[in-house]
């Protein structure tokens, strides 16, 4: 179920006339929403302050507290509906509350893919994307607060490696490897003539029959 009923709905982005599927669908890591659960919470501590203000000065309070909550539930609101989807076609990402942005790439163009991980981050599985690609795409050169960084890469690189764009490279059998060499052919000249037959050579041209003893 979805949380506050908000889900970006990634699947309407599909091609699906052209078969493609969802191999993965990334989720901002939990840690993506720690800062703003914390802004949320420091609400309570706004309104604690009514105790001790002027009576004239309590919209203070109220707004700061207001203003907290709101931001923060704004902020995880972005992060729930920031998803980064690798197909077997492409990689896009989809973000946005009021109004959605799709930014997309397709496998052909990523040359390669970095994955940075701060110590924080491997403390609680979390890392960053990089990606260089041929045209650096708006809303994809960075993608942050991946979960389990390294076997997303892989997926990638797997999808990469299935569409054939970049092939394995070929590896000899062991009946080729001892294989031996096929043997050179020998030249073998045109048989030269008898040194000791001493009779005129015969011209072509002369139809006559020749002797029984010099054919």
């Known amino acids: ?5 908000f889900d970006p709905r990634v699947e309407r982005h599909l091609i699906s006339d052209e078969g493609e599927v969802i191999v993965d669908e990334v989720r901002k890591h939990w840690a993506a929403v720690v800062g703003a659960a914390l802004e949320m919470s420091a609400s309570v501590p706004a309104l604690i302050l009514l105790a001790w203000v002027p009576q004239q000065l309590y919209w203070f309070p ?7 909550f709101l931001h923060g539930l704004w902020r995880i609101l972005q992060a729930r509906m920031d998803r ?16 959605q942005r ?3 790439m397709p496998i052909s163009r990523i040359l390669d893919i970095s994955v940075h991980t701060p110590l924080i981050g491997r403390v609680f599985g979390y890392g960053h994307f990089v990606f260089e690609s041929a045209a650096q795409d708006q809303g994809l050169r960075e993608i942050r607060f991946v979960g389990s960084p390294d076997e997303r890469g892989a997926t ?8 054939g764009l970049r092939g394995p ?6 009946s080729e490897q001892f294989e031996p060499a096929p043997a050179p052919q020998r030249y ?4 030269q003539p008898d040194r000791y037959d001493t009779s005129p050579p015969r011209d072509p041209n002369d139809t006559a029959e020749m002797p029984w003893w010099r054919s």
């Open 1 to 5: 179920m979805s949380v506050f009923g």
């Open 62 to 68: 109220l707004f700061l507290a207001l203003f907290l």
């Open 84 to 99: 980064f989807v690798i197909t077997n076609m492409r990689v896009f990402r989809v973000h946005g509350i009021l109004s």
């Open 102 to 104: 799709i930014a997309t």
């Open 156 to 163: 990638i690189q797997r999808v990469i490696q299935r569409s």
């Open 169 to 174: 490279a070929r590896q000899m059998g062991r």
């Open 188 to 191: 073998d000249p045109a048989p």
